[in-house]
């Protein structure tokens, strides 16, 4: 009965106020009536019965707000009158709106990748459920693992945390548990397959699942069937699933493809399912586009990982990666059965692990040396993407965030400044009635609304962004994918953060306009303020001490964008130890087409022959990995006479190793400084020989190195290699890493140790423009072959600091931003001041101040402000920076250059700012100035 | 206390009033100020802000009715809740009025 009346009140609104006034004005008509009874004539009686009345329309006001729609009412009114004041003052508002929208945008733009990359769960049924298993132990697990594929990291607590097991732990798992009602395994690494369909090839990210794999996840097919178990044992007929982009952009989303035949590296598939749109798999950021069953392993990549275990490698090829108990590699994510917690689940997965490894663990290891399983929550999928980006994104979060509060700084001293010339307005009506409270909640609906309004145009800009952003995370060795779609998340943070800074920078200046001196504020013009001198102090400071703010923010972030441009120049300078100009770069893998052994070392060689003989290749030569590609090898070396005491117990030192073809020094441009490089001539008819550099003979050789010998399989085996040449010293897989000792092995004289090779092309000419002339020549060779990596050296060199780049581009951009936002607010403040001390200066001026010193005095004042800014800034970046010492390279966080040169230009951009109204100061006609007010 | 006792002691003059039958507001305030001889003055201010809660509340009714002098005005009634309420707070009036009473007397 009562919301009825109420809402009936609010939509009967207009026949109520009509109610309302009529029954007033009849009140009012018969107090008249009484007081012409009284004898008053009519005029008097009416006038007085308006005084005895009081504020109609106070009182209309008090009656309404029992109807208690009041503040909807309001609101209403507020917004009506917040759109107006804007159009009155456009100039204002769209400063304020576009410095919002730039602090909003930057924010929403950065949250919308921390959702995708952080926040947001897998596209799954139940993912809740889902649980992803690793292990941890301290050190290299002893005895019970030989070979890891996948990752392997350090966590914060001195153990080796890694997601890889061995095939036969995962079925003793899914046979023996309790806990879980299903589990998948997946090979830890994706790998780039060799597609052909219909004789054409091309490639594709692949991943291979176990048959559980869909069922665990709950993942349903858009077409098809999807995987099962009976696909994935080693006579099944090989079957694949695809994903719905590669339906769409290889098959032009053919329904008639479910049935179809594809070639995966060579080997016939069927096709028999395509997955939803929105799944690609557990990973963020990697989109696998074929799923092929772990059993067709041997078929898709016969070579995998062959040399993880050199001194083992016969026979690690001989046993299937299937029956290998020491051979980790697969990944696992299980679901949990209803009502079983991950403590539980973590208990009985433990036991099954220590059951399985048991056998292997030698007598009197130590238990924290042993891995131990870690169940951790499964449904935003695998954490590769949010361990490498968790802390990128963390910071960018906190540079947009500083760069929101100099926005809101900015738009509050505009506020200030505005609240200034709309004093009289407000006196005006607290004088008419109207209560401080609400005075205050229309400013506020003022200033929430151009937040809104900055919030819009911000969500505009983010979403141009975002691709920019992704793009930039991605490198194209390791490319992200991530679909950053306005999610209610990333709305919701929008509209909270408007509002949040809405009001943040608008209650100071609205509690300020409204706390006024009536009657001086009545009487005076809009231009001097009415209030007490104490009072005027007071808000020059508040928009000083805002301007101190800004100038010590905006140094913050030019301090650590001035720390990332330099790191990432000093990455850039890093001398390589060999030309990256000039040079192609290309991978070849002919395994996949069943080259192997001497047949391989032919092809090769035949490849070698023919792209030089193309116009346009200086020479050319081949590398198992390439350099400054973030891969390498690295094997335990056994150094004839090595150590010269024989402390160690097997004697073999860690050294990096690469598997080089004839001339890669030359075309290389390593320079050789002792003895001779690897030629054509070492094949393996001929001795076994390595080069190795300078750093490794510094470190392990000593006096001649030429004719020392090595091996690699064990101390028995350290004559096997000789050692002819010695070369300077290169970077092997990383610029931020110093030179390691190195072995370089002649490719050619082991051909049944080759696999993948990747080619260098030292080019006359641009390398790109290489390209298609060297595609040919594969083509000729062998045209189920595709090339991969194809890029110039530069260009490899340049993905490998993508993270410095992104960090070098974002940061400078948003300082500059800063800048130039700190730079709107000094010049506001500063003519602001000059503004209202016209007078002041006019009376200097007429009592002999030059105008060189009116100049003079006024950018003192700004270079005071300034100085204090800076001096905080400086404080806060010193603090700050540490935080980011990880990130740079070749400087140090403190780094006195970078801070002051920031503090330079940050000098010199606000004496620019503050130069604009001294100069205006300096022009004051004493005159004019003195008939001011 | 204060604040609501004096908002109740409002209610309650006015319920009172509107229990001899309907009238408008304008007598009701005229009615209030007679019987209490001038001491209690309604003003406007507070008068149609109550009567507008109290109809909210659903004690009171109201009607648009010619008056004698043929204008149009407002006349309030009071409801079956009012009288209950009418009742509510005459107690709770009397039991506060009794003891400020006593305090008087003996504090």
Redesign the interface.
Known sequence: MRLWKRLRSLVGRSAQENELNDELRFHLEMKIDQNIAAGMSPDEARYAARRAFGNAGLKREEARTMWGWNWLEHLGQDLRYGLRAMRQSPGFTAVAVLSLALGIGANTAIFSLVDAVLLKTLPVQDPQRLVALSWASKGWPEGVLNGLSGSMYPDGAGRNVSPSFSYPLYEQLRSQNHVFSNVLAMSGNSSELNVGYRGEPGRANGQLVSGTFFDTLGVLPALGRSLSPDDDRADSSPAAVISYGYWDRRFGRDPAIVGKTITLNSVPFTVIGVCPQEFFGVQPGKAVEVWVPLHQQPRVEPRWSPRADPGNAASTARSSLFEARKRWWVVMVARLRPGVSEQQARAEAEVILQQSIASDVKAGTKPETLPHIQVTAGSKGLDDLRRQFSKPLAILMAVVGLVLLIACANVANLLLARGTSRQKEMAVRLAIGARRSRLIRQLLTETVLLAALGGLVGLVLAFWSTDLLVAFMSSGSDPVHLTVTPDPWVLGFTAAVSILTGILFGLSPALRSTRLDLTPALKESSREPAMSSGRRARRLGIGRTLVVAQVSLSLLLLVGAGLFVRTLTNLEGVNAGFNERNLLLFGINPTQDGYKGQRLAEFYQELLRRVAAQPGTRSVSMSGATLIGGGFSSMSTFVQGYPPSQGDKDGGVSAYNNDVGPNFFETLGIPLVLGRTINDRDTSAAPKVVVVNQEFARQFLGGSPVGRRLGFDGKKSSGDYEIVGVVAGAKYDDLRRDVPPTVYMASLQDPDGLGTMHFEVRTAGDPNQMIPAIRRVAQDMDSNLALFDVRSQVGQIGETLFQERLFARLTGFFGVLALLLGCIGVYGVMAFAVTRRTREIGIRMALGASRREILDMVLRETLLLVAIGIALGVLAALEASRLIASLLFGLKPNDPLTIAGAALLMVAAAVFAGYVPARRASRVDPMVALRYE | MAKDELQGALDLLILKTLARGSV???AIAQRIQQVSDDVLRVE??SL??A???M????WISAE?RVTG?G????YYKLTAAGRKQLVHEEEAWSRVAGAVAKVLRFA
Do not use: M, N, S
């Open positions: 408008h507001g304008y406007e201010g149609y802000p009567l507008h809660r109809e909210q509340a659903d648009w002098t204008r149009r005005a407002k």
